[in-house]
């Protein structure tokens, strides 16, 4: 068991049976009151950040992640399959552990999926991927007033807000967190 002095930013821990990740850990001596630790954590499951106060020395469980870069195939129905790029062996990924990004995933790009106790806990994906455009209706003349943007449909079958010049075949740049046009890629 490690104490509440090992905790840091980015570490895994198992918070009332649920795997929390550290976001910011501060240490407290409030004048003549025992030290404590103020931590704010991310529940991997649901995505919530809680707050929590330990007590100084307080034992903690942190939990070991299994990580690895993997291939990501095809969607079968609501799941993604991925390639283990070193033992060539398959595994479906619920959709939900991927989140609205994974309308961003094209065939053959590599990912880093974590494993607990050998089952997927979370899929980190490129933060900006490059997408060919395959439909995109004419922008209208007079619209340029302000930053005017158009829906463009993408290689994966996302939708994108990108601008008004913005043609079928360009390769956009797309930031797979919250899906933005970033920029038309120089190629």
Same mark, same amino acid.
């Given at each position: 068991?490690?104490?509440?002095?090992?905790?840091k %930013?980015g =570490?895994?821990?198992?918070?009332?049976?649920?795997l929390h990740?550290?976001?910011?850990?501060?240490h @407290?001596?409030?004048?003549?009151? @025992?030290?404590f &630790?103020q931590?704010?954590?991310?529940?991997? +499951?649901?995505?919530k #950040?809680?707050?929590?106060?330990?007590r100084?020395?307080?034992? =903690?469980k942190i939990e070991?992640?299994?990580s690895?870069t &993997?291939?990501?195939? &095809?969607?079968?129905?609501e799941?993604f399959?991925?390639?283990?790029?070193e033992?060539?062996?398959q595994i479906?990924?619920?959709?939900e /552990?991927?989140? !609205?990004?994974?309308? /961003?995933? +094209?065939?053959?790009?590599?990912v880093?999926i974590?494993?607990?106790? %050998?089952k997927?806990?979370?899929?980190?994906?490129?933060?900006?991927?490059?997408l060919? =455009? #395959?439909?995109?209706?004419?922008?209208v003349?007079?619209?340029?007033?302000?930053?005017?943007?158009k829906?463009v449909t =993408?290689?994966?079958?996302a939708?994108?807000?990108?601008p008004?010049?913005?043609n079928?075949?360009d390769?956009?740049?797309v930031?797979?967190?919250t899906?933005?046009?970033?920029? @038309?890629? !120089?190629?």
């Amino acid at each position: 068991m490690a104490t509440t002095s090992d905790l840091k %930013s980015g =570490v895994i821990i198992n918070f009332n049976n649920d795997l929390h990740s550290i976001v910011a850990v501060e240490h @407290r001596t409030p004048g003549n009151l @025992r030290a404590f &630790y103020q931590v704010k954590m991310k529940n991997l +499951k649901n995505g919530k #950040i809680i707050e929590n106060r330990f007590r100084s020395g307080e034992e =903690v469980k942190i939990e070991r992640l299994e990580s690895g870069t &993997y291939q990501f195939l &095809y969607k079968d129905g609501e799941d993604f399959v991925f390639m283990d790029n070193e033992s060539y062996e398959q595994i479906n990924v619920p959709a939900e /552990f991927i989140g !609205k990004s994974g309308g /961003f995933i +094209k065939e053959g790009e590599s990912v880093q999926i974590f494993f607990h106790n %050998s089952k997927p806990l979370s899929v980190e994906i490129p933060p900006h991927v490059y997408l060919k =455009v #395959i439909s995109a209706p004419p922008g209208v003349k007079g619209d340029t007033a302000t930053n005017a943007t158009k829906v463009v449909t =993408v290689e994966t079958g996302a939708n994108i807000n990108a601008p008004l010049f913005i043609n079928e075949g360009d390769v956009l740049r797309v930031d797979t967190r919250t899906g933005d046009y970033i920029e @038309r890629a !120089k190629l």
